[in-house]
């Protein structure tokens, strides 16, 4: 997948981020993964879209709630 198609696809809806990395959670049950979301406060201050920034909340939101091996910092 492209960086492009990736961007699309994470934009596309709440579980796009889970689907992405899903699978090599479960290929890998002895890894843990860590997601660091550095400046996370320019989610609000350059983000003028709600719905964007509402749907990348969820999609960190959803990826921890649904997937075990996976925390996000």
Not at 3 to 25: A, D, G, Y
Request: charge should be negative.
């Amino acid at each position: 997948m492209t960086e492009l198609e990736l961007e699309v696809e994470l934009r596309s809806s709440k579980n796009s981020l889970e689907n992405f990395i899903e699978p090599f959670i479960l290929g890998n049950h002895n890894h843990h993964l860590a997601i660091i979301v550095d400046q996370f406060e320019e989610i609000f201050t350059l983000c003028s879209d709600v719905q964007s920034r509402h749907r990348f909340i969820d999609n960190l939101l959803n990826l921890i709630k649904n997937l075990p091996g996976c925390t996000v910092i």
